[in-house]
């Protein structure tokens, strides 16, 4: 059972008569890539600034490794908010020199956190000479500094050219790897399903659904299936345990998974018991769908 590193409850925040968070309960487990979805305005770059003491809640309440906020915490949380101003004319390596004198923390990360980072090799270069993808990268790098237990991240592909974005992502997944816990803000449900193990969906500050990416698109996957003797079929289908749920749709039955579906996988187990489809279509729904169906009932 994993330990949520973050905790959050009833957070609320309003600027004026904007109320952009309101009354949200996160649940961030230890190790996950949390990504906070939701449209522009839904109150993603608020949550994270109350999260990092940079904006105080109106009410409601969070906790970070299981204690009440207070700033020793911080140095265990890395944090990229906005585009970080780093030197134009300045190298990378000395960028990051100044970066640690500013956070306190050994000189000697600064090799550590290039090599992480894919940049060590071009750590004499620079930073105007960077492609973007590379600057997003020493920004990442900075955050890493302080070796922190969590990263927060927020819109960090945001403005970057494909490539730059690929390149993003994958760090982002390899940073996770080494066992740090990412919470990452983006409006890009493609991001979010390729990086994250885990999302919070939210539309005008409010929580549409939360879980992992896996249960938010549980029951989601369809197979479609037809066979000349549709009752021995229906037979066969009540015993298959990826099924969810099982309907009748006109001359079809339509199957809801529990996970993904393996349409070979299925195909085997009826012939196996006789029965040859002559019909079988496999829908997988990505959260792309889900998220538009979810965010259209709110
Ligand atoms: N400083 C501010 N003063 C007044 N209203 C604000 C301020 N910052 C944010 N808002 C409003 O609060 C709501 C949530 O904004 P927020 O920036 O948290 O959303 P977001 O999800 O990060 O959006 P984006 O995807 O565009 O970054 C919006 O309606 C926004 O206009
Ligand atoms: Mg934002």
Redesign the pocket.
Known sequence: MLENVLKTQALAKS??R?K??KSLDLEVPDGAVFGIL??????????L?MLLGILTPDSGSFSWFGQAPEPAQRKRIGALLEQPNFYPYLSARKNLEIACLIKECSPTRVDIVLEQVGLLARAESAFKTFSTGMKQRLAIASALLADPKVLVL??PTNGLDPQGIAEVRELIIQIAKRGKTILL?S?ILDEVEKVCTHVAV?KQ?QLLAQGSVMEILRNQHQVELKADDMEALERALSAYEPAAERRRVGNLIVLSMTGEPDGSALNRYLYDQGLVLSHLRVHKKRLEESFLEITAKA
Do not use: F, L
């Open positions: 600027y004026g904007i952009a968070v939701g449209p522009n305005g839904s109150g993603k770059s608020t949550t600034s927020d819109e803000a409006h939210i500050g």
